[in-house]
């Protein structure tokens, strides 16, 4: 089987982004709205896996993680990393990523596999789920010193990841925003605050948590 190279740019018809408020599917909707991209949002219930009209989110996404990006022909895009690099394809003029085949791309991807494997899996998941052993908290919070360390240093001395606003920021921001409900501190790391007020200061991110932590109270009401 040979791989089609030159596929075309994919279109945003009938794409539903299945998020949950203030989950990892945050950066989704900040990549949204910076690109200017018309999607249908579909909020799922992080504790039943439903979506607002009561379907069983399982028969998007048997997993049932967010984010799942399902295209009008069928098809179902999971993971970060895929997700935030598929729908900024779709608006290559918006610059959220770098060409695909280049160098600047494979770093890119780079910073994606990081943010979601070394900061959002290994250090604030195990924080942030209630059921986690005091061990595995431990072991957590022993890696946070490094790997915060390393994102500081990549950021010192420019704005941004890659040099400027890429989908990489909306991830690493929609990480780094659950610190206030884990014990990292970030005030540790003055570059990433730096970086954390330059992300709430651009308008269409500020514009996400908002409507997000709206939807975070309501989905909290819900459940009480």
């Known amino acids: 089987m040979r791989w089609t190279h030159a596929a075309p740019t994919p279109t945003l018809r009938g794409m539903k982004l299945y998020f949950s408020p203030l989950a990892c599917s945050l950066?989704?909707?900040?990549?949204?709205?910076?690109?200017?991209?018309?999607?249908?949002?579909v909020e799922v219930d992080p504790k039943t896996k439903h979506t607002e009209d009561g379907a069983d989110f399982h028969t998007v996404h048997p997993l049932g993680l967010v984010p799942a990006l399902a295209l009008d022909d069928g098809r179902v895009l999971t993971e970060n990393a895929a997700v935030l690099q598929l729908l900024a394809d779709t608006k290559p003029d918006a610059g959220l990523a770098p060409p695909a085949g280049t160098f600047e791309r494979a770093r890119l991807h780079e910073w994606l596999s990081f943010v979601g494997t070394e900061l959002h899996k290994a250090l604030y998941f195990p924080l942030l789920?209630?059921?986690t052993p005091a061990a595995a908290r431990e072991y957590a919070l022993a890696k946070r010193d490094s790997r915060l360390a390393h994102v500081a240093s990549a950021l010192d001395g420019r704005d941004y990841l890659?040099?400027?606003f890429s989908v990489a920021d909306a991830y690493l921001f929609t990480v780094l925003h659950w610190s206030v409900v884990t014990p990292i501190d970030l005030s540790a790391w003055p570059t990433l605050t730096a970086f954390m007020a330059r992300m709430h200061a651009r308008p269409n991110v500020a514009r996400a948590?908002?409507?997000?932590?709206?939807?975070?109270?309501?989905?909290l009401a819900r459940a009480s």
């Not at 950066?27 to 949002?41: C, N, V």
């Not at 932590?213 to 309501?218: E, P």
């Open 27 to 41: 950066a989704s909707r900040i990549t949204a709205l910076e690109a200017d991209l018309d999607l249908t949002f």
């Open 162 to 164: 890659l040099g400027r």
């Open 209 to 219: 948590v908002a409507l997000e932590k709206d939807l975070y109270v309501r989905e």
């Open 129 to 131: 789920d209630k059921t």
